[in-house]
Antibody, heavy 121, light 108 residues
């Protein structure tokens, strides 16, 4: 079955960096766009970034543009999120999610279990 | 960015009740809308895509309707496992992809 497993979360000081990973299995990873979505404690869902199946197009939320970089390694079936210049407001559970469509952005299905990022001094 | 407004933000209902949640878009999004269910401490789960298409494995008591700016998620007969928070999400115009603020369904 399709499985997404995130890792790399933890506690980091403001201004610091962190790289999240998402290991995918159970589907042809290289055929689907992938997303990162986050959820601050007790809050709703916020889309963070998207990368096209071949890595040729990337989109970001304004709140992370210029600080976060999404990438993928199709040979390793792995999605990444490099997070730099972290702020307290970036504290959240970060989920990776497979896009439900193949050529354009659509819905999220399925989602990983999430990894918690805490930005605090 | 397209804004999605869900109502109500929370509701109390009993097992067996019919529950309706609405999602209004700030501009027309055709049928490019999905619904998710999230239980505490868990990742969201896709219920409905393309406004009314039921995801495989999702019980038929869940249904979605609407197009343009007004959408509805209906649970025909609420079950104990349905108590959760529900989110709508649009994918007509991006970036960004956007979510509604969520509707928490609680036990009466």
């Amino acid at each position: 079955q399709v499985q997404l497993v995130e890792s790399g979360g933890g506690v980091v000081q403001p201004g610091g960096s962190l790289r999240l990973s998402c290991a995918a299995s159970g589907f042809t990873f290289s055929s689907y766009g992938m997303h990162w979505v986050r959820q601050a404690p007790g809050k709703g869902l916020e889309w963070v970034a998207f990368i096209r199946y071949d890595g040729s197009n990337k989109y970001y939320a304004d709140s992370v543009k210029g600080r976060f970089t999404i990438s993928r390694d199709n040979s390793k079936n792995t999605l990444y999120l490099q997070m730099n210049s972290l702020r307290a407001e970036d504290t959240a559970v970060y989920y990776c999610a497979k896009d439900g469509m193949t050529t354009v952005m659509g819905w999220f299905d399925p989602w990983g279990q999430g990894t918690l990022v805490t930005v605090s001094s | 960015a397209i804004q999605l407004t869900q109502s109500p933000s929370s509701l109390s209902a009993s097992v067996g009740d019919r529950v309706t949640i609405t999602c209004r878009a700030s501009q027309g999004i055709s049928s490019a809308l999905a619904w998710y269910q999230q239980k505490p401490g868990k990742a969201p789960k896709l219920l409905i895509y393309d406004a009314s298409s039921l995801e495989s494995g999702v019980p038929s008591r869940f249904s979605g309707s609407g197009s343009g700016t007004d959408f509805t998620l209906t649970i025909s007969s609420l079950q104990p496992e349905d108590f959760a928070t529900y989110y709508c999400q649009q994918f007509n115009s991006y970036p960004p992809l956007t979510f509604g603020g969520g509707t928490k369904v609680e036990i009466k």
